[in-house]
């Protein structure tokens, strides 16, 4: 027999008279005006496959197994009453009205309701929001069955939370100030534009000067900023000024980060292969300083132990605060290539660009330009320079000079009628008599300018794009002649100055912009030089970031300014007078092609020179990769 639920006589809100009980809530009917409730008779409770046909699965949720129909918008939500049956007065913070319940957007959601960080979400019947399945958890469903189909209890959860709240709707998205807003599509949070992190170059680590940790963060900063587009003696001076570098330290940041540039594409080869994502800016750099020291120099040497280096590494990374996080990663890398190195480096040979270190574009431009040498050419340029030095002829003579060397205890050999070469690079402050202007730094190709170009004495000679002044320098060492040295760049003509007082030299510093003739004072040169504008891909090997910095459309824009600069000299040569064109470029577009079509709009007259040359290495070809072009101008 069933029970029957007994009548509750209660005070309620008052409620629209015609509003009508939920579809198919047969056993209750709508309130009356006393608020009362008339229970009728209770289905049976179903089990089985037939719970999931016609609804519920469960015992109706009620006193006794009575039946209740779902709720519209709370209206038949008895009123709050105390003991006696009596509505009470509404309490704090809550406010008196017909129905004791605020809308559905201003109330706090259920457990089915989305959270406030989520977008919102509306709660539908027989779908849960998180999935279709068994759950250990209250609120939150498990995996979806095979079938399709959720438990009939979950089904009846739902059901009844939906009876419980009406039309549930979950708050507007409001985005935490704490929070990033919503990531773009495909992309994660952490990979937000937003998120980026921005490199912190000014700060000033708690690492020893005198430790590798704090050589490898120097290099790894003065790396980081490569990559954003700065030379690296640029990004290195940033370095040394805003840290407590002493001289030795310096020494160290410099060798680590020219070592990592002429690795570096192997370097992101082998990042790739073991990073779980690309790391940050100064990660990377960590990472790009720290793998070449772990491998052999071609002397099979090596300048540190990888236990060292892997120790030092992860020690950097924690006293950087753009480090710090993934210092793990760090670790876990660099031991990794411990492990794993034969078969990393095999692997990372397969690529070109970490096989030679050079970007895909500028090694077929190589193989296009020389395809009997070009491998000798990338090759070359992955090697430390030689120190190359030039004998100042007003000071003494190269054989006074070498032996200078051999008391100083310093191997050196003669190349050139001014060239000594040193058997192993030592530091400047080491050089003896370079401080008194007996010699200075410069490559074997460079020294044949000032002698193609054959100055005599009292004559007028106008050096174009003259910075830092080594061809400056030496033409006054040959001849005494009246020179300017001009450039476009005011601080970089600082240094010709510099040059020409510790070499006991004089000239005419000019700084103006080769291609205009506003600075000329109309008296024609007897002898210019026009070491013009240039990719300065032929001076790799002693600029390695130029390799990464430079793209294969600069050669044409960079050609186009040369033409002009070459075609405003020709105007300022005297009859009879020679032009020497330079530079320091391995691409036939700014030499070869470039003297061509100069000589064709002028009428030159092109006299004998070197032409290209190219750094293939070697005892005889160990020089930088440049190109001379002479002309004279007809009387």
Same mark, same amino acid.
């Given at each position: ?34 608020? #009362? ?35 519209? $918008? ?5 009123? *709050?009453?105390?003991? $006696?049956?009596?509505?009470? *007065? ?36 027989? =779908? ?94 003065? !790396? ?30 410099? $060798? ?21 994502? #690309? *790391?940050?800016?100064? =990660?990377?750099?960590?990472?790009? /300083? ?97 120190? +190359? ?7 003494? +003579? =190269? ?65 174009? /794009? ?6 400056? /320098? %030496? ?7 009246? !020179? ?55 001076? =790799?090997?002693? %600029? ?39 530079? /320091? ?51």
């Amino acid at each position: 027999m069933t029970k029957q639920r007994p009548v509750l006589k209660l005070k309620t809100a008052s409620a629209p008279a015609s509003a009508a009980p939920a579809k198919g809530a047969t056993s209750r009917p709508a309130p009356g005006k006393g608020g #009362a409730y008339k229970a009728g008779p209770t289905p049976p409770y179903k089990s089985g496959p037939a719970a999931r046909q016609d609804g519920p699965g469960k015992p109706p949720a009620g006193k006794d197994g009575a039946a209740r129909p779902p709720r519209k $918008d709370g209206e038949f939500k008895p009123a *709050p009453y105390n003991k $006696d049956g009596a509505a009470r *007065p509404p309490r704090r913070n809550e406010e008196s009205q017909s129905s004791p319940y605020k809308d559905a957007a201003s109330r706090t959601p259920n457990r089915d309701a989305a959270p406030r960080s989520a977008p919102e979400r509306e709660a539908t019947p027989g =779908v849960s929001p998180y999935g279709a399945g068994p759950s250990k958890h209250p609120g939150r469903g498990g995996p979806a069955r095979r079938d399709g189909q959720g438990k009939p209890s979950f089904q009846d959860d739902h059901a009844r939370a939906q009876d419980r709240s009406g039309a549930s709707r979950a708050l507007p998205y409001k985005p935490s100030p704490v929070r990033a807003e919503p990531a773009e599509p495909g992309l994660r949070a952490s990979h937000h534009r937003d998120f980026k992190p921005v490199l912190q170059t000014q700060f000033k680590t708690d690492l020893r000067p005198d430790s590798l940790s704090f050589a490898l963060m120097g290099a790894a900063t003065a !790396v980081a900023q490569v990559r954003t587009g700065m030379a690296l003696p640029q990004a290195l001076a940033g370095v040394f000024a805003s840290s407590d570098a002493t001289p030795q330290s310096r020494g160290a940041i410099q $060798d680590i980060a020219y070592r990592a540039m002429r690795k570096l594409g192997h370097s992101d080869a082998l990042i790739a292969m073991m990073a779980p994502k #690309a *790391p940050d800016p100064l =990660v990377a750099g960590l990472l790009a /300083c720290a793998l070449p020291l772990m491998q052999k120099d071609e002397d099979g040497t090596s300048a540190y132990e990888q236990f060292t280096v892997v120790d030092q590494t992860v020690t950097a990374a924690a006293a950087h605060p753009d480090t710090a996080r993934a210092k793990a990663m760090i670790n876990a890398v660099l031991r990794r290539f411990q492990r794993e190195r034969k078969e990393l480096l095999e692997a990372a040979q397969l690529q070109p660009v970490a096989k030679w270190n050079y970007p895909q574009w500028w090694i077929d431009a190589v193989r296009a330009a020389y395809p009997d040498q070009w491998q000798a050419v990338l090759a070359t340029g992955n090697q430390p320079p030689p120190l +190359t030095l030039r004998v100042n002829a007003r000071k003494g +003579t =190269v054989e006074d000079y070498l032996q200078t060397l051999e008391q100083a205890g310093i191997a050196a050999t003669r190349i050139g009628p001014q060239a000594v070469r040193l058997a192993k690079p030592v530091g400047v402050h080491l050089i003896p008599g370079f401080d008194e202007g007996l010699v200075s730094v410069q490559d074997a190709a460079a020294q044949l300018a000032a002698q193609l170009l054959d100055v005599k004495d009292g004559q007028r000679v106008l050096d174009a /794009c003259a910075a830092p002044g080594g061809k400056t /320098c %030496h033409i006054l060492e040959l001849a005494d002649a009246q !020179v300017t040295a001009l450039d476009a760049d005011a601080k970089r003509l600082l240094r010709v100055g510099e040059n020409l007082e510790r070499l006991g030299l004089q000239a005419a510093l000019q700084p103006a912009e080769a291609q205009n003739r506003d600075w000329w004072d109309g008296q024609a040169y007897d002898r210019i030089l026009a070491d013009v504008p240039c990719t300065a891909s032929g001076i =790799v090997r002693r %600029h390695p970031d130029i390799r990464w910095l430079r793209r294969k459309g600069d050669t044409l824009q960079l050609a186009t300014l040369s033409a002009k600069i070459l075609d405003n000299l020709w105007q300022m040569l005297a009859p009879n007078g020679k032009l020497l064109f330079v530079t /320091c470029s391995l691409w036939p577009q700014e030499s070869e092609a470039q003297a061509a079509a100069f000589a064709a709009r002028n009428g030159a007259v092109r006299l004998d020179a070197p032409g290209q040359l190219l750094p293939t290495g070697g005892s005889e070809q160990d020089h930088d990769g440049l190109f001379y072009a002479l002309f004279q101008k007809h009387a």
